[in-house]
Nanobody
Framework: QVQLVESGGGLVQPGGSLRLSCAAS????????MGWYRQAPGKQRDLVAT???????DYADSVKGRFTISRDNAKNTVYLQMDSLKPEDTAVYYC???????????????WGQGTQVTVSS
């Protein structure tokens, strides 16, 4: 069984920075895609950024130039460095892993529990 545990959320002023981390645990051989999504109150869950094991990266237009996604394949961990934060970045941020090779077979679409990010003065 695969679990994703996020950390690093909190309250920050506009223009500030936060770094989110998400570690995957379990009998994992490899993870193809890891990424971050966010959900603001009353809105749908949207893509923020994804990164494949080969290093291909995709960002939502709203975060390009401000957020940086990275991963440590050896640690099965993905990071999201968020700079120049805006109030509209306020949301619950969820980690996602897809294409997880485990001792029990391939696991798809695993989510973390979410971490709150609030940008406010």
């Amino acid at each position: 069984q695969v679990q994703l545990v996020e950390s690093g959320g909190g309250l920050v002023q506009p223009g500030g920075s936060l770094r989110l981390s998400c570690a995957a645990s379990g009998s994992i051989f490899a993870i193809y895609t890891m990424g971050w999504y966010r959900q603001a109150p009353g809105k749908q869950r949207d893509l923020v950024a994804t990164i494949t094991s080969g290093g291909r990266i995709d960002y939502a237009d709203s975060v390009k130039g401000r957020f940086t996604i990275s991963r440590d394949n050896a640690k099965n961990t993905v990071y999201l460095q968020m700079d120049s934060l805006k109030p509209e970045d306020t949301a619950v941020y969820y980690c996602n892993a897809d294409g997880i090779a485990t001792t029990s077979g391939m696991v798809r679409g695993t989510w973390g529990q979410g971490t709150q990010v609030t940008v406010s003065s």
